[in-house]
């Protein structure tokens, strides 16, 4: 009787202490999670949607993911410029222009995407045409040399007014606007050898406009050309040269 009691004894105090184990598992995953989202606290919300699931998977007992874009992303993004970099090129463009009389046709702002230079279809472009004009060459070559070598993506966006075009060439302002973003960014590429991989055209018609189209002076400020150098953020979103070849081979 005595050895069945003291059995007993030994057994319960084993099956009691069991639950140390699951404790310790707990304790070490609550840490984790509170690590990672006190790293995570000045993270903008793509990337916490990227972890989030990561970690989502972890705990489901699958794979992460998180291991392998982490350094892609941290090694792509190593250079680009941040917003703060991005307002001192914009001061620099404004001084610029100022000092020649042309701040008129020439305007900046800081958004949410990057860096925006604005430029009135006048100093680029006849109406209705996609071909540059002679007085336009001082214009594009002043902003490349602000933006020249800069890491980040540039994107070059037509816009136009809501009055219908319709000709051989543009049978709507769809064409127009994309065939003058083409136009900017073809004597950019040929004239200062800039990668294509870091250099895009997008053409929005009338579908974008700074202004409604009420009057003669707002929809001259609505046909324009937009020079986007994008934020860090938006720029690792673009796909590059290098992962397009990677993905031909």
Known sequence: MILR?????IDSSENLDRWLL???????LLLAFF?????MSQVDAKKFGKISEALHGILKGGKSVLRHEVPELQSKGHGLLKLGDLRMI????QEKFKSIGREEEVQTEI???GLV???MESALFQ???SDLQSRSMEVLDLIYQQI????NHVRIEGHTDDRPISTPTFPSNWELSAARATAVVRYYVENYQIDPGKISALGYGAYRPTKPNNSIENRARNRRIDVVLLTMELSLTEPSSQLAELASN
Not at 35 to 39: D, E, G, K, P
Not at 90 to 93: A, H, M, P, S, V
Request: aromatic share 6%; hydrophobic share 30%.
């Open 35 to 39: 690590v990672v989202m006190y790293s």
């Open 117 to 119: 230079v604005h430029i």
């Open 5 to 9: 009691r003291r059995r007993k004894k």
């Open 148 to 151: 020249a070598n800069k890491p």
């Open 90 to 93: 914009n001061l620099k463009i």
């Open 22 to 28: 699951t404790y310790a598992d707990l304790i070490t």
């Open 111 to 113: 958004t949410e995407r």
């Open 127 to 129: 109406e209705g045409s």
